[in-house]
């Protein structure tokens, strides 16, 4: 038996999660997504440039700070990774989906706007975006993440605010994934 580079065999596409969190809320959700795929899960900071350059398809998720500031919002490693890594990285085609983590009610005007800077940075990557939501069933007055009119760019979490919906949203937007064709 031979094996493809980096040990895997070759039968499948590979796939992985890539996050940061600052106060864990993040994590918690990449984890849900992480049960309802079984696609592992990695810190953003901590992933080899070939390891992200080696699969197919990943999901990418960041929580929203520094509020109101034009760039730099998720208040984590994503920050420098997207403006020093990801323009050299040669990502065109990369199928990539995006998720968020936010407050809509305390921070109704830039809910999840980090997860928007993913879009923009990914798309200008030559990124193909995958999984986008309705914005059905949530409060905030504007987002960065809302690409679209009604639509956000990817599946928006509110860990302060609808925590209950979480899994579940988790669990509809992975099969949605797997409808798009995202995994195969
Ligand atoms: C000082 C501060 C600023 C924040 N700014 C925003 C914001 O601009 N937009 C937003 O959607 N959420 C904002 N949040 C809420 C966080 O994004 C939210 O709590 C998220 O779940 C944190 O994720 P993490 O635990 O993975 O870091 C802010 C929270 C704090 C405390």
Redesign the pocket.
């Known amino acids: 038996f031979t094996t493809l580079s980096g040990g895997r065999v070759g039968t499948k596409l590979d796939a992985a999660i890539f996050?940061?969190?600052?106060?864990?809320?993040?994590?918690?959700?990449a984890g849900y997504l992480g049960e309802a795929s079984g696609v592992p899960i990695e810190y953003i900071g901590d992933a080899t440039e070939d390891t992200i350059k080696g699969e197919d398809c990943i999901i990418v998720g960041?929580?929203?700070?520094?509020?109101?500031e034009d760039e730099c919002?998720s208040?984590?490693a994503w920050d420098e990774w997207l403006y020093d890594t990801l323009p050299n990285l040669g990502l065109e085609g990369k199928r990539v989906a995006i998720f968020?983590?936010?407050?809509?009610q305390?921070?109704s005007d830039?809910?999840?706007?980090?997860a928007g800077e993913l879009y923009d940075q990914f798309t200008a990557a030559g990124a193909k975006v995958y999984g986008f939501t309705s914005t059905d069933g949530y409060e905030?007055v504007e987002?960065k993440a809302e690409v679209e009119d009604g639509k956000f760019c990817g599946l928006m979490?509110?860990?302060?605010n609808q925590y209950d919906l979480s899994e579940e949203r988790a669990n509809s937007w992975i099969a949605q994934l797997k409808q798009e064709g995202f995994f195969v």
């Open positions: 996050f940061d969190s600052q106060t864990g809320n993040t994590e918690k959700c960041a929580p929203t700070w520094h509020t109101g919002r208040g984590t968020g983590c936010g407050d809509q305390s921070y830039y809910y999840c706007d980090a905030h987002s979490f509110d860990e302060d």
